[in-house]
């Protein structure tokens, strides 16, 4: 089961930043995946987040009170209403950019590794099964690296999505 928890504002540490959450990324999968392989244990659930800087500790440097950033990775991130987090998971958010779309950022750093890790070059066939977040995330980073990717879902409306998003066709075996 899903619930809130009220935990005290964390204390500033050298090396970290303190956010103030404004957005934090759902990522289904992950999430209904770790909700349902905790068993009784208690979760922390979430990973990607945009906010403003609250307070920044000794040895940051680049950032400054009130700024908009973008960060990932769990434990420190979460859905949380602050967030301390190493100035190494914290990137600033560019002018212009909706901090909606900047929470996303923790899921864009995993598509572009998985892209990395497949070790693909311009022109190269990336097939990308399954249109959940990450295969949208992934079939997008491909087509703007001058892949030729052949998206696959079963679900026409997610391979309608994508293909609403980039003008590429995608497949489905609806089932």
Not at 15 to 40: C, D, Q, R, V, W
Not at 65 to 93: D, N, R, S
Request: with cysteine.
């Amino acid at each position: 089961k899903i619930d809130v928890f009220e935990k005290p504002m964390p204390q500033i540490k050298d090396n970290y930043l303190l956010i103030k959450t404004i957005y934090s990324a759902i990522s289904p999968g992950t999430e209904l995946t770790m909700g349902g392989n905790s068993k009784e244990d208690i979760v922390q659930l979430g990973y990607s987040a945009a906010g403003r800087v609250v307070e920044i500790g000794r040895g940051v440097e680049g950032y400054y009170e009130g700024q908009y950033v973008a960060c990932y990775g769990a434990p420190y991130v979460a859905h949380a209403e602050y967030l301390l987090v190493p100035k190494t998971l914290c990137t600033p958010v560019p002018e212009g950019v909706d901090l909606k779309e900047a929470s996303l950022a923790g899921l864009g750093a995993i598509a572009i590794h998985a892209l990395r890790k497949a070790q693909l070059s311009f022109g190269e066939v990336a097939v990308v099964v399954g249109l959940g977040i990450f295969g949208q995330l992934i079939a997008q980073i491909g087509y703007g690296a001058a892949l030729e990717v052949l998206p696959l879902n079963r679900s026409s409306k997610r391979a309608e999505l994508l293909e609403k998003i980039t003008g590429h066709p995608s497949y489905t075996s609806e089932a």
